[in-house]
């Protein structure tokens, strides 16, 4: 027997009738797992290492106006991302580098740059928004606009995103349907690819699935008026990545790995990316932006489809 709602009254989660707490579930869902047969030239593995240049959008987002946090935001564009980029190149792999709009037109010649060395500029919000804080149509336009930008800065069109801190609103799954996105990067509900599901329905969307427990800032982020304080040391940061890797190895699926050119792009730090890419190296894995992971993986499914049929 479900509880009655009377005007104006809101029931506590533990009072929800059975119906509201199974549409809430249902909204985004994953659907059927996407790993394929096979990876490319025979690999046991895929690597798709990504980076969230937010740079100065983590303070403007919330308003803020503190010329320190600004700068250190400067700081992922200025040092970061150049020494990524450098590591990067030094191992001849391509990574996805996921920017909100903002940051993109703050730093122009930094995603062109980007562009010319084969890597991936993909979506990340507008100003790193929290979409859930948003009615749809501010999101929705919010995200339009910023994939034309991006596209006016790189010349190519996005075919991806990932919600600012990970935040996605009952809309979202809709907005990038609209766009005609081929993948999301944002939620959690697997370690391997899987197709997204909107109230049920396919979307023919490729989900990558992140994780706190694969993001540098988890470990190593900084909040001087908070309580948040690096609290593991890098040594250890690695070996948890590696970990992380020797099992998506050992199981034949995807390694997916989210970094911040402000916090892994520090001295002390840049040598876990380094280190990262020589062991993964070691073994036979193919390394890939997440655009091309979508589409192997979206494409492996469709051949499935048709033996199937």
């Known amino acids: 027997m479900s509880a009655a709602l009377n005007p104006g009254e809101t029931l506590a989660p533990w009072q929800w009738p059975e119906e509201e707490w199974r549409r809430l579930t249902a909204q985004v869902r994953a659907g059927r797992?996407?790993?394929p047969a096979e990876w490319p030239n025979g690999a046991r593995c895929a690597v798709a290492l990504s980076f969230d240049?937010?740079?100065?959008t983590n303070e403007l987002r919330d308003g803020g106006r503190s010329i320190s946090?600004?700068?250190?935001?400067?700081?992922g564009a200025r040092v970061g991302v150049p020494r990524i980029a450098a590591v990067l190149a030094?191992?001849?792999?391509?990574a996805s580098f996921f920017v909100p709009a903002v940051a993109a037109l703050l730093h122009e010649d930094e995603q062109r740059g980007l562009v010319a060395a084969g890597h991936e500029i993909a979506l990340h919000g507008w100003i790193h928004e929290l979409n859930a804080a948003l009615p749809y149509e501010a999101e929705r336009d919010l995200l339009f606009r910023a994939v034309d930008t991006l596209e006016r800065i790189t010349c190519i069109r996005p075919?991806?995103?990932r919600t600012p801190s990970w935040d996605f609103s009952?809309?979202?799954l809709r907005i990038a349907v609209e766009l005609g996105l081929r993948y999301d990067s944002s939620l959690?509900?697997?370690e391997d690819c899987y197709e997204l599901l909107l109230d049920g329905a396919l979307t023919g969307i490729v989900e990558i699935p992140v994780?706190?427990?694969r993001d540098d800032a988890a470990y190593l982020l900084m909040n001087r008026f908070g309580g948040q304080r690096p609290y593991t040391p890098p040594a250890d940061v690695f070996d948890i990545f590696r970990r992380e890797f020797d099992g998506a190895y050992a199981d034949g699926g995807v390694f997916q790995l989210t970094m911040h050119p402000h916090v892994i792009g520090a001295r002390s730090r840049i040598w876990i990316l380094d280190e990262l890419i020589r062991h993964a190296a070691a073994h036979d894995v193919w390394f890939a932006t997440h655009a091309e992971l979508a589409a192997h993986v979206g494409a492996a499914a469709m051949v499935e489809n048709l033996e199937q049929a």
Not at 53 to 56: L, T
Not at 69 to 75: A, D, I, N, T
Not at 90 to 94: K, L, N, P, Q
């Open 33 to 35: 797992p996407l790993r």
């Open 53 to 56: 240049s937010d740079h100065e």
């Open 69 to 75: 946090r600004l700068s250190w935001g400067e700081y």
């Open 90 to 94: 030094r191992h001849d792999v391509r």
């Open 159 to 161: 075919v991806g995103m």
């Open 170 to 172: 009952p809309h979202t």
């Open 188 to 190: 959690m509900a697997d």
């Open 211 to 213: 994780e706190w427990i």
